[in-house]
């Protein structure tokens, strides 16, 4: 119980000062792109009604789960192939690298041509980002599993399936949640850049829109928004991330 | 049942070239228990991982059951050195020695009992829900021992399984191992460097040499097959051959 | 002779060259600042300008509100939209229009060759693209399908940048597509056909883009924004009068290929800002709903 | 550890096991792979060439780019921006994650900030940019950073984490200083993490320094990327893009390297070294 | 030197509590040799890791030189029974028996000299570029203990250091650590599992129980300071220390 306490006063401790301090230094401000935050505040619950919420928000959300999900499911299934069969790994790793370098205002138009215009496109754009960090952990954790964990499994021939979900996977499972984690803010950020792109509706084009027609406040309130939901979902992710993990983290905080 | 003939292994070390093992030859008949020591560093490790077909061999062979060995073969179970990392530490100790049976097509009961017998014959009864890193690091050995022993393999692999235990329980774990043996006719490979134990466990001894290593000794170890840790240790025979070994150590160290 | 006065503010330098940096987009509407350049417009005023390419208003409206650009080419109805959002923005010459002429101008709703889509009313329940919405394409499309007794409100209005409207509109992806000069001529090039010619529908002779300053600057430095205008005049001058050299210029900053360089319609570069357009794109913006406030055209005009 | 390790199984063979490919030949093999699918695709009914063009036509577009100065010229400036802006990103993520890692009630303190901070979009940011910094490099630098930053201290964090209960208690018990336990104990446990993050740092430093090229106008590759694209040059465009493409790949062949030299010890990298 | 006072520990194991060593108190007197024996899993490592400040004890405290401990002691080594895992796989063998050198003051040359000496004493001369990882199991518990023994510390805590060694490898080891506790006046902790060793090694073996644990014996070895690995052991009075220890260890293991 009073470790709870401790954890929530150190979870909005800082933001807290922060957000006092921005209060307090934007007070009064005169700069059309950096209004008080006051004006912003009450901007907030203006701008994010229920039927926004409704039409913007959660259809955007929607389309970062089903991308994130993925991206995620993807990122692990490549890297354990990449990561375990040596040849394939060297094979495909320029090719990767070369898809990672391009940039999404160049890659979305691309992705529209074979994606169309609607959801498909932009949880494709979604994945565009998300896929990397998850990837590239799920290699680097797949290649430094423990080589004695490798001999066990070996020895007692447990076969490929078995060996792959049963030991590569847990063991490079530290890595793998790096890079999920990783990926929920990217997923997030690409989810504002789809919606940049053949877009009617949704949390990032709303933000974009605003930019557009000045609307600064309004602005700086969806700018706000998507912070708190990058925290809300890192937040349930470090749950999950507690609960799949406990082997790790346990064995690392027990008595430290 | 194993048959190596001239193996040896070369490692490379910051480019040049370290010979482990210069060249050993030996036989194990089906259904015998070989001790095999040898000082520190002489490449005891490096034999059995060639014999258990996780390392490949630099020149010679292994070959089980007269197939050359070049992956690990069927029905067999290796206690390595570094017990404490060859258990899964996101495994409970329970699942840790009922991970290699699953492919044994045993029923879910047939499992559980063969763990819940094992974990009792090394003394870790009810230790099944326990994390490997809960364990001290002779409970960690034992849980070793003790998924090789659930595995119920033909060919037995054990590198210093006994070393962190202390000696009351190391005289079980004697009994236990030298118990399967007869009774289930398994063929055990048993690395030690423990004198005592090597005379009191094996049919035969095989003495390494100090790197680039060769067969020092091979002695016949004829103390009949009813051993006691009693009576067998405090007869003058085992004082003969316990010198005999403890010779053939010294000179090797000596020869180095 | 120049000598370069130190970038970033305009200052007037003493009795030298005032430098001038702008913020324009690299397209076809832009292309008489850049004859005007080349033909000493501005040198002549003691003005040397400096030009950004920047993709957008995104980086050009701050650019110029920070004073980092000294004047920016943006769209009416972009302006409006500052001007009703607070941000002391004024227009300080004209920078393009509509030819006004129907079949000939430089923008157009397109359509594919077999779209079933043959009057603007037909738009009414279409999927349009348009680069921006909420922006000067919806607000005069609107328009267009409103004069063809159609009702605008069922139009599905999809961003889609120009560059990428020939694709989607001919991988199906949107039913029509509101394409300016060079793309309009790329679509028409693989069979596709105008249904609505919105700039046409919305104004004579509409104003659709303007370089602009902020009321800063043109009461700070009020000689040199003259400056500026009246060379901008001049080079919208020298535009009209030789179409030839437009499509020549626009060789050297873009990648517009030789032909359909040689095929497009050039918008018309009239001198003076038509102002009953700048007031028709504000009245419909406010009909669409587009403004928080009310624009004031009067301040936003020079 | 094991230096030739028998993987599965395999049937068996007498004489020499085959030699394995060189990994080099391998990556070029995949890159062909990848070019002649870029080749034949538009070829097929599923893509247009007129927006898709095939690798032949973009090749040829980006054999006349790289006869221009002005091309050189942008690249040398997105490379400028690229790098400033990833060892800026580099240094603070790595210093700040190994610094806050180290320190449990820091990191407590910080992780609702930085998880709200990293979501927010550096494209959302381009009117501050512009506002603070111009159409210049630091405003293409802001965005960079800012994009870059959050990879390689996420990284580092979770590497930091991952230290070895018993190699912790091992410093612990020798006393090292804290210098010295962040210098021998944080610093090599988080590198393998690092290493990942500076990958994945280095494309995003360069996707979001052409991306701030485009958006804001700054010279360089992404500047010229925008005017190909606003003039409907698709071969000229994917040429560029194919640059960037290949610094990307380019990127990684460097950091392999790095890896190589800093990771020699890692199970990673050991294996593999033999 | 060391005053061990009802030193207790309870871990929380799934939620339950279990009792790794119910109260421990005894005495190590400045530049006294204790050894302690137990059965495996009573809490031998649990206990030296509270001496060693790296534990909080549940209960009662552990006191060096009247200061009671909160986190290591100054001029205190530690030798862990994880031997691998105790050596940092980034540096070379070398650098890690320099490290805890680096923070006492001393010249490049003072801590190379060292680091040498203290390898060969070991008997691992010229292996100082060698990985942790290219090293045998005896060969990193040794490069371990080259560790505290280039640290010269003044208090020294080992458990079963030498566990993966050979016998002659062990009985060389064994006469160092004498040597270097008589010469150098150090205070030793020795855990060992190894009667022989407890009992040649040491001035007091101390035998705990099995858990909840507590202390079974206090046995004094009257061997005198001079002793020899043949003479000594083979001695009457030797014989009869080892069968106390062994009768009180088989004891304890009984009452379990
Ligand atoms: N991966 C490796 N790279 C280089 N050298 C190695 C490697 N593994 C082992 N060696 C060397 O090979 C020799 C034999 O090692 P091995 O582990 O087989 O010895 P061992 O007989 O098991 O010793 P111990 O009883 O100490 O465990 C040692 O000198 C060691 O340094
Ligand atoms: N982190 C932990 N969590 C829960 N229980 C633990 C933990 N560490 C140790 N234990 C338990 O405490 C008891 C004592 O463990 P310890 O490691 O001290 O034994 P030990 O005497 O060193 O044994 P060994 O000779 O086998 O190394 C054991 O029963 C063990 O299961
Ligand atoms: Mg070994
Ligand atoms: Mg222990």
Known sequence: MRSLVRKALLAVGLPAVLFAAWWLASAGSTSFYFPPLSEIVAEFGETWTAERWRDDVLPSVARLAAGYAASCAAGVALGLLIGRVRWLFHATEPVLEFARAVPPPVLVPVIMLFAGIGDGMKIAVIVSGCLWPVLLNTVAGVRSVEPVQLDTAAAYRLGRARTLTAVVLPGASPRIVTGMRQALAIGVILMVVSEMFAAQSGLGFAIVQFQRSYAIPAMWSGILLLGCLGAALAALFSCADRAVLHWYHRQRTEEA | MLEVAGIGKDYRVDGAVHTAIDALSFHVAEGELVCIVGPSGCGKTTLLRMCAGLLAPTRGTAAVDGREVDGPPEGTAVVFQEYGRSLFPWMRVGANVELPLKRLGLTRAERRDRVAEALRLVDLEGKERAWPWQLSGGMQQRTAIARAVAFRPRLLLMDEPFAAVDAQTRADLEDLIRDLWSRLGITVVFITHDIDESVYLGQRVLVLSSPPTTMRAEIHIDLGPDRDQLETRSGPAFAKLRGQVWGEIQAAKRDA | ?302 | MSSERFHSPRPRSKGPRPRPVPPLFLGAAGVAAALLAGQLLPLTPLVDPRYFPTTGAVLAALADDLARAEFWRALGDTLVAWAAGLAIAVAAGAALGILIGSLPPVRAATASTIEFLRPIPSVALVPLAVLLFGTRLPSTLLLVVYAAFWQVLVQVLAGVRDVDPVAADTAKSLRLTPWQRLAHLAWPTALPYLMTGVRLAATVALVLAVTAELVIGSPGLGHEIAVAQTSGAAERMYALILVAGALGVAVNLGVRALEREVLAWHPSVRGEAR
């Open chain 3, 1 to 302: 002779a120049t000598t370069a006065a130190c970038g970033g503010g305009g200052e007037a330098g003493d009795g030298g060259t005032d430098a001038v940096s702008v913020g324009v987009i690299p397209i076809v509407d832009v292309a008489p600042i850049y004859l005007g350049i080349e033909q000493g417009f501005f040198a002549s005023r003691d003005i040397e300008v400096e030009l950004t390419e920047a993709q957008g208003g995104a980086a050009i409206v701050p650019g110029v509100a920070a004073q980092e650009f000294d004047f920016g080419f943006s769209n009416i109805t972009s302006l409006l939209l500052a001007q009703s959002a607070g941000l002391p923005v004024e227009i300080v010459a004209n920078g393009v229009a509509s030819t006004g002429v129907a079949g000939e101008d430089f923008g157009a709703v397109m359509v594919p060759a077999d779209s079933p889509i043959q009057t603007p009313a037909d738009l009414a329940a279409a999927t349009v693209a348009v680069n921006t919405l909420n922006n000067i394409g919806d607000t005069t499309i609107r328009e267009s399908v409103r004069l063809d007794d159609g009702d605008p409100s069922g139009i599905g209005f999809t961003e889609v940048a120009f560059p990428d409207m020939p694709a989607q509109l001919s991988a199906g992806n949107v039913d029509a597509a509101w394409a300016v000069e060079p793309f309009k001529s790329m679509i028409e090039a693989e069979g596709g056909r105008p249904v609505a010619w919105n700039y046409v529908d919305a104004a004579p002779d509409l104003t659709v883009a303007a370089y602009f300053t902020t009321s800063q600057l043109s009461q700070e430095d009020p000689d040199l924004v003259r400056r500026f205008s009246e060379a901008i005049a001049e080079s919208l001058q020298y535009a009209t009068d030789n179409p030839e050299a437009v499509r020549d210029i626009l060789g050297t900053y873009t990648d517009i290929s030789p032909d359909i360089r040689a095929a497009l319609t050039l918008p018309a570069f009239p001198a003076e800002v038509n102002r009953a357009s700048v007031e028709r794109l504000a009245e419909l913006g406010e009909a669409d709903g587009i403004f928080e406030n009310p624009p004031d055209v009067d301040a936003l005009l020079p």
